[in-house]
């Protein structure tokens, strides 16, 4: 079975700071993996993904994320966050036949600081 | 772009009664649909796998007679929840799949009372 872990439930950070999310997976075949972002009360949507090919990928509002097969691992990075990153992220990983049913992590919390 | 949405927003009801909340793909057709619950401050667990034209899937742990879902048509999957009670208070997300990753819709925020 698959499973996500995020290992930090809350990160605050100073507005233009740059922050890292982590996210780490355990899975016995192919994985696909995505960061999706939750705002207070609302859906979620989705950032990035990673399917194949590259390992870094890029997503919106600044976001990018390094698929690491070697340490299982699918971080998400900005440079530069600002208030409006404030939200809850979520990792998540599908199963290898499928891009959509996907299992979620716990989540991580992003304050930004003023 | 690929739109999901849900209805309704958000339900108060008494114990012991039904809910039910509809997802919907608004431009597009979803043969498979997904249902999530979302407990406050938790993640996402899915709960079942809507399929059009046949009987959903559930997650184990989940009652099956409790959470009914029917996919009857290629954009509507319905999830009823059958004597609801307090404990069923949560935050019920769908997506719909497109092959190439699940569109979410916004939400149904059930209150039972």
């Known amino acids: 079975a698959q499973s996500v872990t995020q290992l930090d439930s809350q990160v605050p950070v100073f507005e233009e700071a740059p922050v890292e999310l982590r996210c780490n997976y355990s899975s016995s075949v192919s994985v696909y993996l995505f960061w999706y972002v939750q705002y207070p009360n609302q859906g979620l949507q989705l950032l990035l993904k990673y399917l194949s090919g590259s390992t870094l990928v890029k997503g919106i509002n600044g976001f990018e994320a390094e698929f690491n097969k070697s340490q299982t691992s699918f971080h998400l990075r900005k440079p530069s966050v600002h208030i409006s990153d404030t939200a809850e992220y979520f990792c998540?990983?599908?199963?290898?036949?499928?891009?959509?049913?996907?299992?979620f992590g716990p989540g991580t919390s992003l304050s930004v600081i003023p | 772009g690929a739109v999901v949405s849900q209805h309704p927003s958000r339900v108060i009801c008494k114990s012991g009664t039904s809910v039910k909340i509809e997802c919907r793909s608004l431009d597009f057709q979803a043969t498979t649909m997904f249902w999530y619950r979302q407990f406050p401050k938790q993640s996402l667990m899915l709960m079942a796998t809507?399929?059009?034209?046949?009987?959903?899937?559930?997650e184990q742990g989940v009652e099956k007679d409790k959470f009914l879902i029917n996919h009857a048509s290629l954009t509507l999957s319905t999830l009823t929840v059958t004597s609801a009670h307090p404990e069923d208070s949560s935050f019920y997300i769908c997506?719909?799949?497109?092959?190439?990753?699940?569109?979410f819709g916004p939400g149904t925020r059930l209150t039972v009372l």
């Open positions: 997506s719909a799949a497109t092959g190439l990753h699940g569109i």
């Open positions: 998540a990983v599908s199963e290898g036949t499928s891009y959509d049913k996907v299992i």
């Open positions: 809507s399929n059009e034209g046949s009987k959903a899937t559930y």
